[in-house]
């Protein structure tokens, strides 16, 4: 157990829907990041905050956004959703900026979401 | 680029030793690292290895790293039917600013262990 939760653990929705995804880090981590793993695409870097900012963008499209609330949960929210957006969505969590030293990175479950 | 490449497959018997191995890009990473993913399940840290360093070991695991050719290779002794799984690896990438890394991942290599 890598101390980082991610919930719900399954979506299955429609096109031209939203969702949103829910990530909370370890204890202590203050940096949050999101990725998506697709049988295309790989694992690929979306979006990373620290302590509630913004600090890092990937390949997320302009459809998608997140953000890290004061208590360092975070939410990825997706929206006009489309087949293509169906994949695994990990969040990980680390203890860089945090002075605990280390950037690794611990990974949640992951969300499964499927959009039909 | 930002390709950091793995090959896709590795099939061995259970008792050999497996050798994975990464070629990744950015010579500036700080840290590179090992993921392991099983069939539905999330990435598990294995093991990560310093950019100062050639050569790490934590029980079965090997790792060596050649910071000339930009390869980083992961010895598993002993292979057993549950290393059966995906191996990532990864490089750090600095964003710019403080406190900001990402992670660039490999394609990864299925591990088959056969009996």
């Known amino acids: 157990d890598s101390g980082v939760t991610q919930t719900p653990k399954h979506l299955i929705t429609a096109t031209g829907q939203r969702v949103t995804l829910r990530c909370s880090p370890r204890s202590g981590d203050l940096s949050v990041y999101w990725y998506q793993q697709s049988l295309d695409q790989g694992l690929q870097f979306l979006i990373q905050?620290?302590?509630?900012?913004?600090?890092a963008k990937g390949n997320i499209l302009e459809r998608f956004s997140a953000q890290q609330f004061p208590d360092l949960h975070s939410e990825l929210n997706l929206s006009s959703l489309e087949l293509g957006d169906s994949a695994l969505y990990f969040c990980?969590?680390?203890?860089?900026?945090?002075?605990?030293?280390?950037?690794?990175?611990?990974f949640g479950p992951g969300t499964r979401l499927t959009v039909l | 680029g930002e390709d950091v490449e793995q090959s896709l497959f590795l099939s061995v018997r259970e008792g050999d030793s497996s050798v994975i191995n990464c070629t990744y890009t950015d010579s500036s990473s700080t840290y590179l690292y090992w993921y392991k993913q099983e069939p539905g399940a999330g990435l598990q840290l294995l093991t990560y290895?310093?950019?100062?360093?050639d050569m790490k070991q934590d029980q079965r695991l090997t790792v060596l790293l050649n910071k000339k050719d930009k390869h980083l290779s992961l010895r598993i002794a002993d292979t057993q039917t549950g290393d059966s799984a995906i191996y990532f690896c990864a490089e750090s990438k600095g964003t710019g600013g403080g406190a900001t890394n990402k992670l660039i991942f490999g394609t990864g290599t299925l591990l088959a262990v056969q009996p």
């Open positions: 290895i310093f950019s100062n360093m």
């Open positions: 990980a969590s680390s203890a860089v900026g945090s002075g605990r030293g280390s950037d690794t990175q611990y």
């Open positions: 905050y620290y302590n509630g900012e913004e600090r």
